[in-house]
């Protein structure tokens, strides 16, 4: 077992926050841009570029927070030294 779990823990954690924002950008965006699909081609251009930023903001905030927080459990359980002898 190493010697450092606390930063193999905050490693995850992090890295897990990171990929879940990327992950919640790209899910958010695709849901949000379906709203604009039923206009004609050039309101459809104005509509996802006025839906885009709101989209990026929302998804990346619930993305990083739900990574941090699965990711700090996942390390923690890696990390996590059993207290029972045998």
Same mark, same amino acid.
């Given at each position: 077992?190493?010697?450092?779990?606390?930063?193999?823990? $905050?490693? #995850?954690?992090?890295?897990?926050?990171?990929? &879940?924002?990327?992950? %919640? @950008?790209?899910?958010?965006?695709? *849901?949000?841009?379906?709203?604009?699909?039923?206009?004609?081609?050039?309101?459809?251009?104005?509509?996802? $570029?006025? #839906?885009?930023?709101?989209?990026?903001?929302? &998804?990346?905030?619930? %993305? @990083?927070?739900?990574?941090?927080? *699965?990711?700090?459990?996942?390390?923690?359980?890696?990390?996590?030294?059993?207290?029972?002898?045998?």
């Amino acid at each position: 077992m190493t010697k450092k779990p606390i930063l193999i823990c $905050t490693f #995850v954690a992090l890295s897990s926050g990171f990929f &879940g924002g990327l992950m %919640g @950008v790209q899910i958010t965006s695709m *849901l949000h841009s379906q709203k604009c699909q039923n206009q004609a081609w050039g309101f459809q251009q104005i509509c996802n $570029t006025l #839906v885009t930023p709101g989209a990026i903001w929302q &998804g990346s905030i619930a %993305g @990083v927070w739900t990574g941090t927080i *699965l990711g700090a459990f996942v390390g923690g359980s890696i990390t996590h030294k059993s207290s029972h002898r045998s």
